[in-house]
């Protein structure tokens, strides 16, 4: 098992940057791919961006696509998500996802979430 604790949510104007940390305990976490999600009022929760276990791929969904960055630091048991040009529609509940079954798979433990909101 694998438990998660994200980080770094926060107010932010139009155009700033938000950096998202995920810390995770547990030996195992290099055998999980990593993934973060956000949930917007109203909206189904989406997967934001995704990357394997060891950094090899990635994912992101269009419309963060050249904004933002995930990657992670397995000696840190960490992930993280660089958000950059940050529009009003990303605001929401980010959350930090460990998959057993692939990156664009089911994700089977969450954080907590931690919210982002971007005011225009």
């Known amino acids: 098992q694998v438990q998660l604790v994200e980080s770094g949510g926060g107010l932010v104007q139009a155009g700033g940057s938000l950096r998202l940390s995920c810390a995770a305990s547990g030996r195992t976490f290099n055998r999980y791919d990593m993934g973060w999600f956000r949930q917007a009022p109203g909206k189904e929760r989406e997967l934001v961006a995704a990357i ?7 994912y992101y969904v ?8 995930i990657s992670r630091d397995n000696a840190k048991k ?21 998959s057993e079954g692939g990156y664009l798979g089911e994700y089977n433990y969450w954080g907590q979430g931690t919210q982002v909101t971007v005011s225009s």
């Open 52 to 58: 394997t276990w060891n950094g090899g791929r990635t």
């Open 62 to 69: 269009d419309s963060v696509k050249g904004r933002f960055t």
């Open 78 to 98: 960490s992930a993280s998500l660089q958000m950059n040009s940050l529009k009003p529609e990303d605001t929401a509940v980010y959350y930090c996802a460990a």
